[in-house]
């Protein structure tokens, strides 16, 4: 069971923070895709209609605990704005009286909440000085709830917590998921957030058949490995003991990948020895899977009941560097099309299905990348553990 924000009965004059996840690609201050805005509208239509005083917190970006005027949340704030007919306030000092001043049916936006330096240190000061401004907590974003802080996981210790209408679409469509998947149930796991995803295969190895890697996941192993790697994009603090995962049965990695340079020059296929060797020059990176791994990931999928995509095989915005990745979704659509479940979550990720115009074709799509496949490996999301009763 899950706490529902429709449970509360009484949010009129009530103070309501509300955790989203904004986090929207901006160019020169404009917000380029506001899909992730759009989809907690529902939640936040649904607390003005009740006439509550909603507070609404996101992070955009890595600003790391400062203030970088370019992740600022005033475009954010301005289109969400638009949508709602209404002035949305962005509020730079929580401790101002501007939050206090918010009338039934108003919103106001908290800055950039990763400008703060107690929400990156995980200060529990800070999640009580967070909760001191609501009467109740609303988690909405689905992408972050894999993510311990104050304003995700940190102030539901002070506050009656809830999850928005957006979440619970999300957690009941992947336990939905989870009921019908059936073996095989294959994994294909890419990207570039390293730090976060390597940790999760280790659970999902249990209740998955087979994992392909793609994406800079790979390149990080094989510089552990002691291969020639050159500049690409690789996680310096990866631990050998999470690089151990890479010799499981079950994990699968590239024998080829495409490499050249960020422009999509000088590009050619290289085949992974079993022995190291340099792949690339110091200036080439690796920036996609080669092509015997895309004829080998296809057959593997062919076999599949289950599938579950999350992260790029490759630096797919070169268009050059797209091909394996956008292989990997058309194994995946037609797979759908022939009866498999198919899951796909991670914000790049969907921004792929929709550059293919593919989205339909899957059975599920997911906003949180990270926080999806830890969600399906069985392990508790700091955010959403609270709610589940
Ligand atoms: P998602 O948003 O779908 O969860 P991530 O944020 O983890 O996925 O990673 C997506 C990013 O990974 C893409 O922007 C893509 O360019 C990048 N990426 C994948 N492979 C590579 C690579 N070999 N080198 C550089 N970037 C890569
Ligand atoms: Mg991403």
Redesign the pocket.
């Known amino acids: 069971m899950i706490a529902s924000l429709k449970q509360i009965k009484n949010l009129k004059n009530k103070r309501i923070l509300v955790r989203v996840d904004f986090n929207v690609p901006l160019q020169k201050g404009k917000v380029k895709d506001d899909s992730r805005i759009r989809a907690s509208l529902p939640t936040i239509q649904y607390l003005l209609k009740k006439k509550a005083k909603v507070i609404l917190i996101t992070h955009i970006g890595r600003p790391e605990g400062k203030v970088v005027p370019e992740l600022s949340v005033k475009p954010v704030a301005q289109v969400l704005g638009r949508m709602l007919k209404k002035k949305v306030e962005v509020i730079s000092d929580i401790q101002s009286d501007k939050l206090g001043k918010l009338q039934p049916g108003e919103v106001g936006m908290i800055e950039n909440i990763r400008f703060f330096p107690g929400e990156e240190k995980n200060d529990s000061a800070f999640a009580k000085e967070l909760s001191s401004l609501a009467d109740m907590f609303v988690l909405d974003g689905f992408a972050v709830a894999h993510r311990e802080s104050p304003s995700v996981s940190g102030v539901q210790k002070y506050l009656p917590s809830y999850v928005g209408l957006l979440l619970q679409k999300e957690i009941e469509g992947l336990d939905a998921a989870l009921q019908k998947s059936k073996h095989p149930a294959i994994f294909i796991i890419?990207?570039?957030?390293i730090e976060t995803?390597l940790p999760v295969i280790k659970n999902i190895v249990k209740i998955a058949d087979a994992v392909l890697i793609?994406?800079?996941i790979?390149?990080t192993y094989l510089k552990a490995k002691k291969y020639g790697v050159g500049a690409?994009?690789v996680d310096e603090g990866a631990s050998e003991k999470s690089l151990r995962i890479f010799s499981h049965k079950k994990v699968f990695v590239p024998q080829d990948v495409i490499v050249g340079d960020k422009k999509g020059k000088k590009v050619r296929v290289v085949a992974i020895e079993k022995v190291a060797h340099a792949i690339c020059s110091p200036e080439e990176?690796?920036?996609?899977i080669g092509p015997e791994t895309v004829k080998q990931y296809e057959k593997s999928i062919a076999k599949a009941k289950t599938l579950v995509w999350?992260?790029?095989?490759?630096?797919?915005?070169v268009p050059v560097y797209a091909n394996g990745t956008y292989e990997i979704v058309r194994a995946l659509v037609t797979k759908s099309k022939k009866g498999a479940y198919t899951l796909v979550?991670?914000?790049?990720?969907?921004e792929i299905l929709e550059q293919m115009g593919v989205k339909k074709k899957i059975t599920f799509v997911s906003t949180g990348?990270?926080a999806m496949l830890e969600y399906i490996s069985g392990k508790k999301l700091p955010g959403i553990q609270f709610f589940k009763k």
Do not use: P, Q, V
């Open positions: 890419g990207g570039a957030k995803k793609g994406g800079a790979f390149n690409s994009l990176m690796i920036l996609d999350n992260g790029a095989m490759g630096f797919f915005e979550g991670g914000g790049e990720s969907i990348g990270g």
